[in-house]
């Protein structure tokens, strides 16, 4: 069974720039959630996706978009990168809302 | 809103010796309560939650916490700490069954002296 993989491990940006994350999730999930972890602090919730539906937003800015597609795997989307947003950022997945987040390696960004 | 405290950003604890991280949580509903770890470079593992069964909650690794409502803590321990513990430990709360929307502390990060 493979896990949740992302892609890519790393990333560097320019302020302005807009970016896509990757995440396939767990075979037979069908729930994706994303977090944004800043350095020395705890994961942030973002968003989650659910059978291709956004099914909730944390505090985050329109300009953080994201895709669920038919076999469940998921794209984070950043307009407009400003340096505050260099964090790790985590996809996890479940099968649906109700049972437990399997999370993957993480990307991580850097804002320059 | 919901929230959470971990008291401590960094333990030192020497090898064998009693773990003990701090998590207290505010939330308007009875909350569901998790701890995950994350090794350096590496995703969060879910160590233990608390879904309304049994306070006393058992994981892997030899990690338990307990739920106690009227302090609002969720405390991890490990009576005996192994040198492979050291990582970073996050607790979070939800108000979902299945950690819908996690709310993470800012995390303890664990060192176990040789």
């Known amino acids: 069974e493979t896990g949740v993989t992302q892609s890519p491990t790393h990333l560097i940006k320019t302020r302005g720039q807009q970016v896509t994350l990757r995440c396939s999730s767990q075979?037979?999930?069908?729930?994706v959630s994303w977090y944004q972890q800043a350095l020395g602090q705890g994961p942030q919730f973002i968003f989650q996706?659910?059978?291709?539906?956004?099914?909730g937003r944390g505090n985050f800015p329109p300009r953080f978009s994201g895709l669920q597609f038919p076999n469940y795997s998921s794209e984070l989307n950043v307009n407009a990168l400003e340096l505050d947003d260099s964090a790790l950022y985590l996809c996890?997945?479940?099968?649906?809302?109700?049972?437990?987040?399997?999370f993957g390696p993480g990307t991580r960004l850097t804002v320059t | 809103a919901q929230s959470v405290t971990q008291l401590g950003s960094h333990v030192s604890v020497s090898e064998g010796a009693l773990v003990l991280l701090r998590c207290n949580y505010s939330?308007?509903?009875?909350?569901?309560l998790f701890w995950y770890v994350q090794y350096p470079n590496q995703g969060l593992q879910l160590l233990l939650k608390?879904?309304?069964?049994?306070?006393l909650v058992k994981g892997i690794n030899g990690f338990e916490a307990e739920f106690k409502k009227s302090e609002t803590s969720f405390h991890l321990t490990k009576p005996s700490a192994h040198m492979s513990d050291a990582a970073e430990y996050f607790c979070?709360?939800?108000?979902?069954?299945?950690?819908?929307?996690?709310?993470f502390g800012k995390g303890t990060k664990l060192s176990v002296i040789p």
């Open positions: 979070a709360v939800s108000e979902e069954a299945g950690s819908y929307q996690l709310t």
């Open positions: 608390y879904t309304s069964a049994a306070t």
């Open positions: 939330s308007s509903v009875p909350p569901y």
């Open positions: 996706y659910y059978r291709e539906e956004e099914n």
């Open positions: 996890a997945s479940s099968f649906g809302t109700l049972y437990e987040q399997y």
């Open positions: 075979s037979g999930h069908n729930t």
